[in-house]
């Protein structure tokens, strides 16, 4: 029972200092965790702030609002040339139809066998595929400007990024949300964490307690009994007689 006692006294030493630890990450971070309970009215000030007259009155000419107009562009421009990519690859798949169908080799054969030279039949045979590589030229001349546009409008948005104080005003404050919800979740796990440690512990201390009960409970029935024992032999007894003194030496007459 007393090494038992022992143990659970360094456990609850070892969990009081835990306990201190996670204190003292909850004061840390208290400034952070104070926003996750802030209204959006607070989290709007937090991001721009009292009288800040660009923010309360936002319209397109705010830096925000034209990030967000080359943003759309930029979107635009993406789905554009995906739509010319797709349409090339419709215009391949036309010209391996067209290719399948006329069978190429068996063609030129027979335009040689009709008179015509190697480059002749050759120059006739392709003729009819110059209407794709006409396509493919346009097709190819769009995605390139496409893709121009795509550059030129995104060293805007960097550039209007960069300058930009509102988005960094909004930045920091995601950061500082961001990082008060990561804190909360790392003291809700150690939370939990101590949570069960205390139940689990709270049914060691009941069991120890028990047995410090029934030991208690022994003890006093001992003493009860031995109580109990000395009275009876004491009713029983007769008093007990002193030792008679040893005799004295004798002397010669």
Avoid at 2 to 14: H, I
Avoid at 57 to 70: E, K, L, P, R
Avoid at 125 to 137: K, N, P, T
Wanted: hydrophobic share 35%; aromatic share 6%; proline share 4%.
């Amino acid at each position: 029972l007393r090494k038992d006692l022992q143990e659970a006294r360094k456990t609850l030493a070892l969990a009081s200092e835990a306990d201190d630890k996670v204190y003292g990450m909850v004061e840390e971070k208290r400034p952070l965790l104070e926003k996750l309970g802030w209204s959006m009215e607070q989290l709007d000030g937090l991001v721009s702030g009292a009288g800040d007259k660009a923010y309360e009155t936002m319209n397109t000419g705010t830096s925000t609002a034209q990030i967000q107009a080359v943003a759309t562009q930029l979107i635009a421009i993406v789905h554009a040339i995906e739509k010319q990519l797709e349409e090339r690859e419709q215009l391949r798949a036309a010209m391996m139809q067209k290719r399948d169908r006329e069978e190429p080799a068996k063609a030129l054969t027979v335009l040689i066998l009709a008179g015509k030279n190697q480059d002749e039949a050759c120059a006739h045979l392709l003729s009819g595929y110059s209407a794709f590589e006409d396509q493919f030229r346009q097709n190819n001349a769009a995605v390139k400007e496409y893709l121009q546009q795509l550059e030129t409008g995104h060293q805007q948005f960097v550039s209007l990024s960069d300058a930009s104080g509102e988005l960094k005003k909004r930045e920091d404050a995601i950061k500082q949300v961001s990082s008060a919800i990561e804190g909360f979740e790392t003291l809700a796990s150690h939370v939990r964490e101590g949570t069960e440690f205390y139940t689990l512990m709270q049914e060691k201390v009941k069991k120890i307690d028990d047995r410090v009960a029934d030991f208690k409970c022994a003890r006093d029935l001992q003493k009860d009994d031995l109580f109990t024992s000395i009275q009876d032999a004491s009713a029983r007894g007769t008093p007990a007689t002193a030792a008679a003194p040893p005799p004295l030496p004798t002397t010669p007459p």
